[in-house]
């Protein structure tokens, strides 16, 4: 599977490790043990079996409107097989369309998830397989409490099979 992935400024990227680091800390879980060299903050668009040659002029010019803001506000937690604590990324126009425009290039991108409708942009922080509350909200850092304003500066394909990234956008 490959996927198209928006990667943030420096600032941001730095915070976002900060939290990972607090959580872990604090005994939590979070990507701050996810050691693999890709290992990053970014944005999913959207995931597809391949990144087909004939898409990729689409990509590089829907990419081209990077860099565009990011706000990040509030957490956010997903349920099931595994739960994910994330930081919710403030889709705005913009995003948006760039995420509809990226997931329409791309002929089998049928993940549900990523349906322009259902897609919920974020940025990952832990992830564990633990059936009880693993991220008690009072123990969580106070950085995740406070708007932050960053921008999307890049574009990345990470492949799953042969776990590496491919640069899409500067």
Do not use: C, I
């Amino acid at each position: 599977m490959r996927t198209v992935e928006l990667l943030p400024d420096e600032a941001t990227e730095a915070r976002v490790r900060r939290v990972w680091e607090r959580l872990a800390e604090a005994g939590m879980p979070s990507l701050a043990g996810h050691r693999h060299p890709t290992n990053r903050p970014h944005l999913t668009l959207t995931t597809a079996s391949e990144l087909p040659w004939d898409a990729r002029p689409g990509l590089t010019s829907a990419l081209a409107v990077l860099p565009l803001p990011l706000r990040l506000e509030h957490t956010l937690r997903f349920d099931g097989r595994t739960a994910v604590l994330a930081w919710r990324v403030v889709r705005d126009a913009g995003l948006a369309a760039l995420q509809r425009q990226v997931r329409d290039l791309l002929p089998d991108a049928g993940n549900p998830l990523f349906e322009p409708d259902d897609w919920v942009p974020h940025l990952t922080l832990g992830r564990t397989r633990s059936k009880t509350d693993p991220w008690p909200p009072e123990l969580l850092p106070t950085e995740l409490s406070e708007p932050w304003e960053g921008t999307f500066t890049g574009a990345r394909s990470y492949d799953t099979e042969e776990r590496t990234v491919e640069q899409l956008a500067p």
